[in-house]
Nanobody, 127 residues
């Protein structure tokens, strides 16, 4: 099993920055897609950014491109999401998630239904 634990959330003023971290432990897949989502109650979970473990290729959703940056450390056990230029509408619970990448050539999804392993989330409040 894969365990994912997020940290780094908090309250920040509009225009501010935060860095979220996700630490992976347990039996991680040999190749995987790992990404960040956010969820506001009453709305669908929104995919923000994802990384493919085989080559480090990242994809950021257009809604956050230029403001949020996903990165992974060299050990591949920690995934971060740097949030900048935060707006009140960025307030949400932020989740880290992962799924097995069945082929190294596949493009990683940003659809939450494709992800099998989830952390508990970390709250970001912009006000």
């Amino acid at each position: 099993d894969v365990q994912l634990v997020e940290s780094g959330g908090g309250q920040v003023q509009p225009g501010g920055s935060l860095k979220l971290s996700c630490t992976a432990s347990g039996s991680m897949y040999s190749r995987y897609c790992m990404g960040w989502f956010r969820h506001v109650s009453g709305k669908e979970r929104e995919g923000l950014a994802v990384i493919r473990s085989t080559d480090g290729h990242t994809h950021h959703d257009d809604s956050v491109k230029g403001r949020f940056v996903l990165a992974q450390d060299n050990t591949k056990k920690m995934l971060s999401l740097q949030l900048s230029g935060l707006k009140p509408e960025d307030s949400a619970m932020y989740y880290c998630a992962a799924y097995l990448l069945r082929s190294p050539l596949y493009v990683c999804s940003l659809e939450w239904e494709d992800f099998d392993d989830w952390g508990q989330g970390t709250q970001v409040t912009v006000s």
